[in-house]
Structures are given as C-alpha cells and as structure tokens.
C-alpha cells in the first residue's frame, strides 16, 4: 500500500510541474509574442455597417403540407371516400371514388351558385 501511495504522490508532483511549465510558457508568450491580428494597428472609432436583407425562415415541409391538406380538406375527402369504400364495398373502386368526388365537386358548385343569388 505504501508503494501505491508514493507512485500516486510522485505522479501527482509531476503533472503539477508539467501543468506550472506549461502555464508559465503561456504566460510568457502570451506577454513577449503577438499574434498576427495584434501586429494590425485597430482604430476603434470606426463603426461599420452591413447591409443585410431579411430572408424568411424555411417553414417546414411536413407542417406545410400538413397545412395545405387541412386548408383543401383533402384529409376529410380521403376519409369519405375510404369509408364509402369499406362501407359499400364497391366492385370497381376507383371508378366508385371518381363518380363519389364527381358529385361531392356538383354539389359544391351548386352550393356556390345558390349563395350567390
């Protein structure tokens, strides 16, 4: 144990004086050298300007479609014709959806022409 406790110790006294020399090293360049911005003369009075144009944020693709189908209520469309589909069982399913929108679209227009007189 005693052998554990005086490797520990002495690895210990090491990295303190590595870490010393390496802290002092910084000091002194930091103190001695300048980097390449500091060589540069900086006038503080100087204010500069930039011209940035506004960009709007990219909306999101998904909430946009999202969006798009709750504002042509394609998802109640798809859900009328999947129920009428299950419900009726049609032979010719796709020729059951066209005929089930054709009149959905009919009876809009004549909602339309009715509201407007």
Not at 69 to 85: D, P, Y
């Amino acid at each position: 144990m005693a052998d554990a406790d005086a490797i520990l110790k002495a690895a210990q006294n090491e990295i303190s004086q590595v870490m010393n020399s390496a802290m002092g090293n910084i000091s002194a360049q930091a103190g001695s050298e300048k980097s390449e911005f500091s060589k540069t003369p900086v006038s503080h009075d100087v204010v500069y300007e930039e011209q940035v144009d506004y960009v709007e944020p990219m909306q999101d693709p998904y909430s946009k479609a999202i969006k798009y189908l709750e504002n042509h209520n394609i998802m109640q469309l798809f859900q009328h014709l999947t129920a009428g589909i299950v419900y009726n069982k049609p032979e010719k399913p796709l020729e059951y959806m066209m005929q089930e929108v054709q009149r959905m679209k009919d009876q809009l227009d004549k909602e339309k022409a009715s509201a407007k007189k």
